[in-house]
């Protein structure tokens, strides 16, 4: 995939249009680790974030409300 360098106010920069956003599993907001190695070649590589463990329980305690049935099932 080509992309040109466009400016952007008073910066320059790329522009990642929705199907390129869509491919790599980035949105808006996502932050990026970008490391430039030697011959100049650039590599920009999301950082994911962990879960707190307050939302790992807020999401163990939703899936039990809604599940509770199945999930004695399975028990």
């Known amino acids: ?3 040109s ?6 910066s ?3 522009i990642f249009d929705a199907n ?7 949105k808006l907001g996502d932050q ?3 490391s430039v ?6 590599i920009l590589t999301p950082i ?3 879960p ?6 807020a999401s163990i305690n939703h899936v039990m409300k809604h599940y509770s049935k199945t999930m004695r099932r399975l028990a």
């Not at 390129?20 to 980035?26: C, G, K, T």
């Not at 707190?52 to 329980?57: D, L, P, R, V």
């Open 32 to 34: 990026l680790n970008v």
């Open 20 to 26: 390129f956003m869509e491919l790599a599993h980035l």
């Open 52 to 57: 707190t463990e307050e939302e790992i329980s």
């Open 5 to 10: 360098i466009s400016k952007i106010g008073n």
């Open 37 to 42: 190695h030697e011959g100049g070649a650039i």
């Open 48 to 50: 994911k974030s962990t």
């Open 12 to 14: 320059q920069g790329l």
């Open 1 to 3: 995939m080509i992309k």
